[in-house]
């Protein structure tokens, strides 16, 4: 069994402690620090999407993600005419 299932998680363990070995934070990582960061960021998720919930059912909407798609977002950003609009 993984250790994200161990867990009861759904972030990936092993992935986390991946990051956390490659992005040089420390020298060394210790066993439960990747457990314990997918756990804050499982609560971390659910409480930004508990907020986005609300404010989708106070402004009377089913969804909460917008009919505006990601690449259109970024292309927002990387096409400076579209400012001007």
């Known amino acids: 069994m993984s250790r994200s299932s161990n867990a009861g998680l759904q972030f990936l363990v092993g992935r ?39 404010a989708a059912r106070d402004n009377k909407k089913n969804r909460i993600v917008s009919s505006c798609t990601i690449s259109n977002q970024l ?10 609009i």
Do not use: C, D, M
Not at 28 to 46: E, I, N
Not at 75 to 84: D, N, Q, R, S
């Open 16 to 54: 986390i402690a991946q990051f956390l070995k490659s992005g040089q934070y420390a020298e060394r990582v210790g066993a439960r620090a990747p457990v314990y960061l997918s756990v804050v960021l499982k609560y971390l998720a659910a409480e930004v999407l508990e907020l986005a919930g609300n």
């Open 75 to 84: 292309w927002f950003f990387v096409e400076p005419t579209l400012h001007t």
